[in-house]
């Protein structure tokens, strides 16, 4: 059983960073994915396991040059820093990851992850 738990949002004003960080066990596929008030769940950015320690990171075009994804591996985290962040931003972001040992597939759709944490706010002021 793959248990995801988020932590760092908060409120910001615009132009601010905040780093958001999710403790879980491995898997394939790690994602962040992010819902606004009456929006869609769109995806935000991955990691996708290529073996042994390496992972390839994966991003939306619109947090490109913003946003970077990582992985800590030693301690199992994946982490999202947001910079210059944006009213447009401000949404519930989640953490999602797929079964264990699943790395392939498209990872912006959301079908390919089964475990899903309970979701951080990050409010950007302007």
């Known amino acids: 059983q793959v248990q995801l738990v988020e932590s760092g949002g908060g409120l910001v004003q615009a132009g601010g960073s905040l780093r958001l960080s999710c403790a879980a066990t491995p898997s394939g596929l790690e994602a962040w994915f992010r819902q606004a008030p009456g929006k869609e769940r769109d995806f935000v950015a991955s990691m996708r396991w290529i073996g042994g320690n390496v992972w390839s990171p994966d991003y939306a075009d619109f947090v490109k040059g913003r946003f970077t994804v990582s992985r800590d591996n030693a301690n199992n985290t994946l982490y999202l820093q947001m910079n210059n962040l944006t009213p447009g931003d401000t949404a519930v972001y989640y953490c999602?990851?797929?079964?264990?040992?699943?790395?392939?597939?498209?990872?912006?759709?959301?079908?390919?992850?089964?475990?899903w944490g309970q979701g951080t706010q990050v409010t950007v002021s302007s």
């Open positions: 999602a990851a797929s079964r264990p040992g699943r790395n392939y597939g498209y990872v912006s759709d959301v079908d390919n992850y089964v475990y």
